[in-house]
């Protein structure tokens, strides 16, 4: 099983010949492969597993799916869940 967390582009750059962007997933800028969906546009929210770009998502359903993510979220927060870091899980609302 894989996760893969949907991220708003904000922007495009080449790397090494390489198609990169960087998307930003509900505050957190990450860097990340677009090759698998070249026509993606600054603005548009894709689907992000592993550092690669793997589907364009509409914004409805890239909302729905950070929803989730953040109702996930709640819950670790509630039950006392750390991060890999070992840092107390902290939710943004």
Excluded at 16 to 26: A, E, H, Q, S, T
Excluded at 68 to 81: C, I, P, S, V
Aim: aromatic letters at 10%.
């Amino acid at each position: 099983m894989c996760l893969a967390i949907p991220g708003k582009l904000v922007e495009i750059f080449d790397e090494g010949g390489l198609k990169m962007g960087r998307l930003d997933y509900d505050g957190t800028v990450n860097r990340v492969c677009l090759e698998y969906v070249p026509e993606i546009e600054i603005g548009q929210y894709a689907l992000v597993h592993a550092g690669f770009a793997i589907s364009i998502l509409d914004e409805e359903e890239a909302f729905r799916s950070l929803e989730t993510w953040r109702d996930f979220n709640r819950l670790r927060e509630k039950e006392g869940a750390v991060s890999f870091d070992n840092r107390p899980v902290k939710t943004r609302d």
